[in-house]
């Protein structure tokens, strides 16, 4: 599989990165993950605007010339993995850079940041989306700026490790006392028809494909809440389901060992799900 990586195409058993890179000693870069479907990139824009936020955020200086060959760069990879047909996935991650001492301040005069790309082959996870997961709640003590999409991934992984431990597909995760996201999903619930979702605050990662639920509720009149469901709530709810560029909109039928509902994937679910797919289907 061939990478980009500093200017360079490789193959990615080829690709090193410095031990002095900040993201491996801070964590201190961001990513994204685009959907590629034969060829055409899916909601790319709006990843891109993202990107861009996790930069400023975390203050990572890109020349401009820099960020706007990532779409190139993108579709060169795309075309030398042979991936033009069916569907794929291009992951991009930037970090501040290489620099020494390691010190915690950032690097003056600041460094080059080190960009990664690569691209490869994915499936839907369609069974998933047809019989539904299972899940644990799990306490999100992940950190106040969780609308940044950075590396810092460590909660994250431990949460789905977690779920893994105890038997099931993933977590649901409480932040006083009410649900945030999936270790790597956002998180929609329904009841009497009515979508419900933690606002897009700095408590959560505004997903791509959560705002394209947010779409798809409006032109198909779905009334939609942005408001937390509480843990206390959660078994009175009528669905539940997550959304995330690789997990598409995947229903919830049981969080620690009770039903959701009546323990199948629901109407709304399946709806959200149909004109997802279409749009899909049209790239």
């Not at 490789?10 to 002095?20: C, D, L, Q, W």
């Not at 998180?187 to 705002?211: E, H, M, S, W």
């Not at 598409?248 to 994937?265: F, H, K, L, M, T």
């Amino acid at each position: 599989m061939k990478v980009y990586l500093n200017g360079s195409y490789i193959e990615h058993t080829e690709a090193k990165v410095s031990v002095g890179d900040r993201a491996f000693v801070f964590g201190d870069g961001i990513y994204e993950v685009v959907r590629i479907v034969n060829g055409r990139f899916f909601m790319e824009d709006e990843h891109m605007i993202r990107m861009d936020e996790g930069l400023a955020g975390l203050k990572i200086q890109m020349s401009q010339d820099h960020r706007d060959n990532i779409s190139d760069i993108s579709r060169k990879l795309v075309s030398m993995n042979g991936l033009e047909k069916g569907q794929a996935k291009v992951y991009i991650q930037i970090t501040r850079g290489v620099a020494w001492p390691r010190t915690h301040t950032f690097p003056d005069p600041p460094v080059e940041p080190t960009v990664y790309l690569s691209a490869e082959p994915f499936t839907p996870h369609k069974d998933l989306h047809e019989k539904g997961v299972d899940a644990v709640t799990v306490s999100d003590v992940r950190w106040s700026r969780c609308n940044l999409k950075t590396v810092n991934l460590l909660p994250n992984t431990l949460a789905k490790q977690e779920a893994r431990d105890r038997g099931v597909n993933s977590a649901v995760m409480i932040r006083d006392g009410v649900i945030t996201e999936s270790p790597n999903a956002n998180i929609f619930a329904v009841k009497d028809g009515v979508l419900r979702t933690y606002p897009a605050t700095n408590y959560i990662l505004n997903g791509i494909t959560r705002q394209a639920v947010l779409t798809i509720a409006n032109e198909e009149n779905i009334d939609v809440k942005l408001q937390p469901v509480g843990e206390h709530e959660l078994f009175d709810m009528d669905e539940l389901f997550f959304t995330g560029t690789t997990t598409d909109i995947q229903p919830v039928v049981e969080v620690n060992g009770r039903a959701i509902g009546s323990g199948n994937p629901g109407p709304v679910c399946k709806k959200i799900q149909h004109v997802y797919n279409a749009k899909l289907a049209m790239m």
